[in-house]
Structure formats: C-alpha cells, structure tokens
C-alpha cells in the first residue's frame, strides 16, 4: 500500500508562487508515475502534472510555463512550483501515484491541499 500526503497549499494573491509538495510512504519502490490533480467547486478533477520515473512530465496546457513538477524517486516525494498564479488555478489540489505490481496499476491518492488564488 502507498499512502499520500500532500501539504503547502494556501491563500496567495494572483501572480504570486506557491509550492505543494507530496510524500509517499509504504511500497513506494513500484511507483512508477507521480501527479498533481486539482478539483474546483462545481468542476470534474483534472490533470495539473505528471511525471514518470525517469524524468519525463507533461503539463496541462493551461499551467504550461507557470507550474513545474519534479520528484524525488528515491525518497517518494513529488513537488509543484507553482508560478504566476491565477484566480482560476483555485482548487483543491491532489497528489496521485501509479504504482505497478506485475500487471496491474494500482491508483493512489491524498487527501488534498487547498489553494486559493485572490484577485
């Protein structure tokens, strides 16, 4: 089992910085991609970042030159520098794992961090 636990949200006014971070515990050696998530009120959940065990990421188009991700594959850690940011990056922001055992992806999630951008 993997257990998540995000921390680092808050409140910042728009064009400010933030930085979540996110660390793993349990069978951490299988985990094979790490991600950020974030969920708005009245909004499905969406994709912010991954990145893969080896170092490739993908952005979404929307924090495409403001965020960067980046992990710590020996400690299970994963971090979203978050610049620049706007009142629409509001959200609940969730860590995710992927961790593979023979076949199988088990999906991994934290309990979320709040991250308010004012006006």
């Known amino acids: 089992q993997v257990q998540l636990v995000e921390s680092g949200g808050g409140l910042v006014q728009a064009g400010g910085s933030l930085r979540l971070s996110c660390a793993a515990s349990?069978?951490?050696?299988?985990?094979?991609?790490m991600g950020w998530y974030r969920q708005a009120p009245g909004k499905q959940r969406e994709l912010v970042a991954t990145v893969i065990r080896g170092g490739s990421t993908n952005y979404a188009d929307s924090v495409k030159g403001r965020f960067t991700i980046s992990s710590d594959n020996a400690e299970g850690t994963v971090y979203l520098q978050m610049d620049r940011l706007k009142p629409e990056d509001t959200a609940v922001y969730y860590c995710?794992?992927?961790?593979?055992?023979?076949?199988?992806?088990?999906?991994?999630w934290g309990q979320g961090t709040q991250v308010t951008v004012s006006s």
């Open positions: 995710n794992a992927h961790r593979l055992v023979g076949y199988t992806t088990y999906i991994h």
């Open positions: 349990g069978t951490i050696s299988n985990i094979n991609t």
